[in-house]
């Protein structure tokens, strides 16, 4: 439940108007009123953050601080859905789910006892070269019908880790977020399920419950897809950014780098903290995790009803606080990571440094 109190002083600080329009919970989807793009000041998105972080409590249940879904991992990639299933654990969540091949299952659930692993998705290697249509769509049908049953319980999924490029795993992948759309369930799209969006813009395009996080490479390649020139110079990096959200209209988008660029279209807030300047391999999957939980939460926020929090997402769209939050919780773990390894850190170091940054950053108590 979120603290009423520090949700007021928050929304006056953003100057939200007491009378402004609400926003309203229909089927867990979350929307956000157009209005001019505006450059948020990132103190006082963290301050609304902080609201919608859930108190450590006595009287909570299981499921109330999110339930989180991660499609990814592949026989060759398994440490991708490790880092973002364990790091949405580690930032808060309840529960954490993978999704991935049969030949990566037993891989993660060594890594961690805590995650529950499903070996839904079909890889082509299982079957011989050439499948005929009518046994692959019967392939695709099963796995379709594994995964639907599980994707109402969830409170966001986060899609792509260690899908690889696997023409199976792709095609479940797309029927996933065709579902997970008529669902109205949020969604977090990073690393290969980058690569699937980018080639199929109709899968998200007006769809406003998906946080995108391409780093330098997705980014280009999204931008290549929307006939963006990145290299343009009478445009900055904040207004390339708005017209490819404006082109997809609906997706939030978080351009990872040096300055973590979040925009959902309208409104924008830069993260330039201090973060780590090692670049080991799956701290963009620890980012995505984190974001999924901070998601959640904001998702948990707007179910209970509360009216200021309600008030608030007219202003700051909870994609945005999600993206945000999460992104600023990566840049802290990796920073106390770094001061301890040094140039020795690799991804799994920054786990354990999860929940403390969510404490020292956003904690009520």
Not at 98 to 126: M, R, W
Not at 321 to 339: E, H, P
Not at 347 to 358: C, F, P, R
């Amino acid at each position: 439940m979120l603290h009423g109190g520090l949700v007021g002083r928050c929304l006056q600080q953003l100057n939200v108007p007491a009378g402004g329009s609400k926003t309203f919970w229909r089927a867990a989807q979350l929307r956000s009123t157009p209005m001019a793009l505006s450059k948020l000041d990132p103190d006082k998105v963290k301050k609304a953050v902080q609201a919608i972080v859930p108190k450590l409590t006595d009287d909570r249940y299981k499921g109330q601080a999110g339930v989180i879904g991660t499609i990814g991992g592949c026989r060759e990639y398994t440490g991708a859905p490790y880092f973002a299933s364990i790091s949405s654990l580690k930032v808060g969540a309840d529960l954490s789910h993978t999704f991935c091949t049969e030949g990566a299952a037993t891989v993660i659930k060594t890594y961690a006892p805590d995650l529950i692993v499903h070996p839904y998705l079909p890889d082509s290697n299982d079957y011989p070269d050439e499948l005929p249509e009518e046994k692959r769509k019967a392939i695709l049908d099963k796995a379709a019908a594994a995964m639907d049953h599980w994707m109402p319980r969830f409170s966001v999924v986060t899609i792509g880790p260690g899908l690889g490029r696997d023409e199976l795993v792709h095609a479940t992948a797309k029927q996933v977020i065709l579902k997970l759309r008529d669902l109205d369930k949020p969604m977090v799209i990073d690393a290969d399920g980058l690569y699937i969006v980018t080639k199929n813009l109709d899968l998200i395009k007006g769809y406003k419950n998906v946080i995108l996080t391409p780093n330098k490479n997705e980014y280009q390649r999204l931008a290549d897809q929307l006939n963006i020139d990145l290299e343009d110079p009478s445009t900055s990096d904040e207004d390339k950014l708005q017209k490819m959200c404006k082109l997809l209209d609906g997706p939030t988008l978080v351009r990872k780098g040096a300055r973590d660029l979040i925009t959902n279209g309208t409104s924008f807030v830069e993260g330039t903290d201090v973060g780590s300047p090692r670049r080991a391999g799956g701290q963009g999957d620890v980012m995505a995790g984190s974001i999924a939980t901070f998601y959640a939460w904001a998702v948990e926020a707007l179910k209970a009803g509360n009216q200021e929090a309600q008030h608030a997402t007219t202003v700051i769209s909870a994609t945005v606080l999600a993206a945000y939050g999460g992104t600023l919780t990566a840049r802290y773990a990796a920073m106390a990571a770094f001061q301890k390894r040094r140039r020795s850190m690799i991804a799994v170091d920054l786990i354990d440094e999860l929940g403390l940054a969510v404490d020292e950053l956003f904690d009520q108590t």
